[in-house]
């Protein structure tokens, strides 16, 4: 499905955020980038669709390969890509169904774009994802009206209806409380089972990271320290990944009591603590 051969991303000031990365992920697979700041987890993301341009490498969705293509071509493969993004990037003085509906905006003509005029198997395509996503009754709400777990629901509801083969999410748990981040990302790893859809997020958060991810992959300085199964991320291995560190206190939180271990990695990373 997804396929990056020894990508390495350069930037000209001379930071190399990304150092000869090898990674395959293959359809149906929800694979998570944890790290510290910095680390290259972003610019990851980024360089598969090229908002961020690789400095060296190759990178294959399926058998076309992303980093050859012309400005038509990049056009037309995003199509297959969605993208959820960390800040939403909505339209904030149009409504739910507006926002979805430009998931479209790839298949149809600049005039219905312009006049926001979709084809009616769009129409109903995104009523049916606004009723998965549990907006129904917020079609007609602007999005500078919804919660932030609203407006994130929009997100994943408008790069589903790309109808894409890849899913990238950028953060998408980061301005949300504990129980509207596991919700997040509940909704997320369901879809891509229900879709069959390869998933890369980038995140954070290390216990929902291993609640929700069938693959952990830990970037350090722009290289993979880490690529494995939720259950491999030992102390070691998070030592390797984030630097020395006290991990063995955050586990002696009750493994049940969610919300206090989200609440103590997030002050270890030097995150404000989330209210309770």
Avoid at 44 to 72: A, H, K, M, Y
Avoid at 167 to 189: C, F, G, H, N, Y
Wanted: aromatic share 6%; with cysteine.
């Amino acid at each position: 499905m997804l396929r990056l051969q020894h990508v390495s991303k350069r930037y000209p000031t001379g930071n190399q955020a990304l150092k000869e990365i090898n990674l395959t992920v293959p359809e149906g697979q929800v694979v998570a980038l944890i790290g510290p700041s910095g680390a290259g987890k972003s610019t990851l993301i980024r360089c598969v669709n090229r908002l961020v341009e690789p400095s060296e490498g190759q990178i294959w969705l399926r058998d076309t390969e992303i980093t050859r293509l012309s400005t038509r071509g990049l056009r037309h493969i995003r199509r297959r890509i969605g993208m959820i993004f960390q800040e939403y990037a909505l339209v904030e003085r149009l409504s739910v169904m507006e926002n979805v509906l430009s998931g479209r905006l790839g298949y149809v003509n600049f005039w219905q774009s312009w006049l926001r005029r979709y084809p009616q198997a769009d129409v109903d395509n995104a009523f049916q994802l606004l009723e998965r996503v549990g907006l129904l009754d917020f079609v007609d709400q602007r999005a500078d009206a919804l919660s932030g777990g609203q407006r994130q629901r929009v997100g994943i509801a408008r790069a589903l209806l790309q109808d894409p083969d890849l899913l990238l999410v950028d953060e998408p748990t980061a301005s949300l409380d504990p129980k509207t981040s596991r919700q997040i990302m509940r909704l997320i790893t369901e879809l891509a089972q229900e879709r069959g859809l390869a998933v890369v997020i980038n995140i954070h958060d290390v216990p929902l990271a291993q609640m929700y991810a069938q693959r952990i992959v830990g970037l350090r300085a722009g290289s993979v320290v880490y690529d494995g199964p939720p259950e491999g991320l030992t102390t070691a291995q998070l030592t390797t990944i984030y630097g020395e560190e006290d991990w063995d206190r955050n586990r002696q939180a009750d493994p049940a009591d969610e919300d206090a271990v989200l609440a103590m990695v997030a002050q270890d990373a030097g995150q404000p603590r989330p209210a309770l």
